[in-house]
């Protein structure tokens, strides 16, 4: 934006300080002038005396002496606070401002695209400090955000990358060989075809619940979490494992069918990363202080803690295994749950469990209880 040059700050303050100062004291010599120059008597002192005691007192000068004497002082007194007001506002100006000019060069290097210069400015706690402190916790999360979405580009240009690959030599093979099957080939290539839509999918889900673009209504948590874990019984069957869903009726203000693909995608997680047979998985909601509440358990391997943080993260998986697995998805599922969770204002909890496998748990902001807005069930 272009602007016409201006006074700077430093000046101004220096101008503001040095006007105050010649005020202050203009009134001073005013308040002199009212109060002590008008009870002076206006007569000559040589007829002015006064006998006390047979001793003769001589008055002082007059009015008029005074003021011929008084006006060049005062005008004296008005310069050099005009000269001492500008030079001392000049540097304290300058020492109250130098923190700003730290901030303002900060910013110039964040504009410049340095995302790792910190202000770190010293000193007692005050509006500079708190304001410096603010700019830097900022910068370090553009900075990680920056980072985090860089690695993530990253990440799903690999794996958008290779369902192409894939396709492209499957195509590749099946021209140099005519010979080949078919049906075979069109069978691989609707596998791939179909990894690959359910990862676009996904991350415009993903990128859909960072925007928190959605209109909020009422809606039961529990009868959510037994929707996903009713789809997913199938699965669950299938592997052997346990699907139980408990707990109490609660609402809550969000989209449904990002909910539903929050539990869907927790329930789903819960029962591919599992022991190969006879796991359980648990979905319990409840109501906790103005909160929602959901809590996914279950059974397998034991996960170390220093991998937990990682699994909310782009194409994060817990273990290697799980890639080649149909049902295992494309590294998002966490992530899109964070994602939602973070879009209606909750938390997420992972907590690894002693005897091995993973408990989510997930705090939404809660509504006043009443009647289920889909109706009994």
Not at 77 to 105: C, E, H, S, Y
Not at 193 to 211: K, M, V, Y
Not at 231 to 241: G, K, N, S, V, Y
């Amino acid at each position: 934006m272009n602007r016409r040059p201006g006074l700077s700050a430093r000046l101004k303050l220096t101008l503001s300080y040095a006007g105050f100062l010649l005020l202050a004291g203009t009134l001073l010599l005013a308040v002199v002038w009212v109060f002590v120059l008008r009870w002076l008597p206006d007569v000559d002192p040589d007829h002015y005396k006064n006998r006390f005691n047979g001793v003769v007192i001589i008055t002082g000068p007059d009015r008029a002496e005074l003021l011929t004497g008084f006006a060049p002082a005062a005008a004296t007194a008005l310069a050099f606070l005009l000269v001492f007001g500008l030079l001392g506002g000049w540097m304290l100006a300058g020492r109250m401002l130098a923190p700003l000019t730290r901030i303002a060069d900060a910013a110039q290097k964040t504009a410049n695209g340095s995302l790792s210069h910190r202000i770190r400015l010293q000193g007692r706690e005050d509006e500079f400090r708190e304001l410096a402190d603010v700019f830097d916790t900022m910068l370090e999360q553009l900075e990680s955000h920056v980072t985090q979405q860089q690695r993530f580009a990253a990440n799903a240009s690999h794996e958008l990358r290779t369902p192409l690959a894939v396709s492209q030599t499957l195509l590749d093979a099946a021209r140099n060989d005519p010979t080949h099957g078919r049906s075979d080939l069109i069978e691989r290539l609707h596998t791939v075809n179909t990894r690959a839509i359910d990862l676009t999918e996904a991350l415009l889900l993903l990128s859909r619940g960072d925007r928190q673009s959605f209109t909020g209504e009422p809606v039961d948590l529990s009868l959510i979490a037994e929707e996903a874990a009713e789809t997913l019984l199938p699965l669950a069957e299938q592997r052997e494992i346990a699907l139980d869903v408990t707990g109490e009726t609660t609402q809550i203000l969000g989209s449904a069918a990002l909910l539903l693909r929050m539990v869907t995608n927790l329930v789903q997680n819960a029962i591919v990363h599992n022991i190969p047979t006879g796991g359980t998985v648990t979905v319990h909601t409840e109501s906790q202080h103005d909160a929602s509440v959901l809590r996914v358990e279950n059974t397998g391997h034991r996960l170390p803690p220093e991998l937990l943080p990682t699994l909310t993260e782009p194409f994060q998986r817990g273990t290697r295994r799980i890639r080649t697995d149909e049902h295992a998805g494309v590294g998002l599922g966490l992530a899109i749950v964070h994602s939602i969770v973070r879009a209606h204002d909750g938390t997420l909890h992972l907590t690894p469990r002693p005897a091995g496998g993973l408990r989510v748990t997930i705090r939404l902001p809660g509504t006043p209880h009443g009647p289920s807005p889909n109706g009994p069930r």
